[in-house]
């Protein structure tokens, strides 16, 4: 089991950077690949990003790429987002995940293990 604790969230303007983290403990870190998703109030959850076990690959939402960068640090047991260009509708509460599927996953249902969330909400 993997313990998943996301930080960094927050109010910013449009157009302004943000920097989540997720801290896991417990078993191996580098056994997952990491991914973010992020729900607004009335929608699914819907993917960000996601990262495999070694870092050596990523990929992205269609509504983020460009302007978000997930990345890792399997020394420090930690996976971050860059948000880059903040849009309002990128407005939501942002969940770190851990999947053992090797390359990471675009499907939720793939990840057994979750954070508890981080609010990021971006103003106009």
């Known amino acids: 089991q993997v313990q998943l604790v996301e930080s960094g969230g927050g109010l910013v303007q449009a157009g302004d950077s943000l920097r989540l983290s997720c801290a896991a403990s417990?078993?191996?870190?580098?056994?997952?690949?990491m991914g973010w998703f992020r729900q607004a109030p009335g929608k699914e959850r819907e993917f960000v990003a996601a990262i495999s076990r070694s870092g050596g690959r990523t990929y992205y939402g269609d509504s983020v790429k460009g302007r978000f960068t997930i990345s890792r640090d399997n020394a420090k047991n930690t996976v971050y987002l860059q948000m880059n260009s903040l849009k309002p509708e990128d407005t939501a509460v942002y969940y770190c995940?851990?999947?053992?599927?090797?390359?990471?996953?675009?499907?939720?249902?793939?990840?057994?293990?979750w954070g508890q969330g981080t609010q990021v909400t971006v103003s106009s």
């Open positions: 417990g078993r191996t870190f580098t056994r997952y690949a």
């Open positions: 995940a851990a999947t053992s599927v090797v390359g990471g996953s675009y499907d939720r249902n793939d990840y057994a293990y």
